[in-house]
C-alpha cells in the first residue's frame, strides 16, 4: 500500500496486498487520515469483482458518515454493478472531481 497526501485527500494506492489486505490495513491506519477526503486506487489490479469492491461498503460508509469523500478509482469493474453507497469512477481525475463536487455541497448543506 502506498499513502499520498494531496493537501486535504489521502490517496492510498494499491501495490501488491488482496482486496482484503488492503481493507484491513487501511482500517487500521485509519486514525491517520480519518479527518480527510481518501482515494483508493485499484487501477493496478488486473481483475476485480464485484465481490472485492463490497469489501470497502463498511469503511466508505462510516468514512462518509463523518462528512468526508471515499472514492474508489478502477475501471475494471462494471459500475452499473455497483451499490449506489459506493462512489467509484474509472480514473483518479474523476475522483478528485467527486470530492470537488461533494465538499461544495457539504458547504451548502446538502
Known amino acids: 500500500m502506498i499513502l499520498d497526501q494531496d493537501g486535504n485527500i489521502s490517496i492510498i494506492t494499491q501495490e501488491k496486498a488482496t482486496i482484503v489486505e488492503l481493507v484491513k490495513k487501511i482500517q ?27 469489501e470497502f461498503l463498511e469503511l466508505s460508509n462510516n468514512h462518509r458518515a463523518t462528512k468526508h469523500s471515499f472514492v474508489i478509482v478502477s475501471d475494471k469493474i462494471d459500475l452499473d454493478m455497483v451499490p449506489e453507497e459506493l462512489v467509484v469512477v474509472p480514473t483518479v481525475q474523476e475522483a478528485y472531481d467527486i470530492i470537488e463536487m461533494e465538499e461544495m455541497e457539504r458547504d451548502l448543506d446538502f
Open 28 to 54: 487500521s491506519l485509519y486514525p491517520k487520515f480519518k479527518n480527510d477526503n481518501i482515494i483508493v486506487s485499484l487501477s493496478t489490479l488486473h481483475k476485480l469483482n464485484i465481490q472485492d469492491i463490497l
